[in-house]
């Protein structure tokens, strides 16, 4: 079984920072992609930022040149610096593993249970 496991949230102000990290364990995972989504109370979830094992990341245009999506293969991790954080950023944020687990016959996408953003003065 995969896990994933994130932890760095938490309530900041308006213009301050944030690092998320989510850990991947559990069952042997060959990982295409992984990435950080987040979801606001009464919206969808929605994408913020990916990276591919090869590749180049992608963002969303209400994040671009304030977070930045990193990974570190040797530690199967995943991380999301976020910089000049605004209220709209306040979210749960989930992270995303897209792979194949040892032994599975398909890729699928595999999910944290999400931590908490909140941007208040």
């Known amino acids: 079984q995969v896990q994933l496991v994130e932890s760095g949230g938490g309530l900041v102000q308006p213009g301050g920072s944030l690092r998320l990290s989510c850990a991947v364990s559990?069952?042997?995972?060959?990982?295409?992609?992984m990435g950080w989504y987040r979801q606001a109370p009464g919206k969808e979830r929605e994408l913020v930022a990916t990276?591919?094992?090869?590749?180049?990341?992608n963002y969303a245009d209400s994040v671009k040149g304030r977070f930045t999506i990193s990974r570190d293969n040797t530690k199967n991790t995943v991380y999301l610096q976020m910089n000049s954080l605004k209220p709209e950023d306040t979210a749960a944020y989930y992270c995303t593993v897209r792979g194949i687990r040892q032994g599975a016959a398909y890729m699928r996408d595999y999910w944290g249970q999400g931590t908490q953003v909140t941007v208040s003065s």
């Open positions: 559990g069952s042997s995972i060959s990982i295409f992609a």
């Open positions: 990276i591919p094992t090869a590749g180049s990341t």
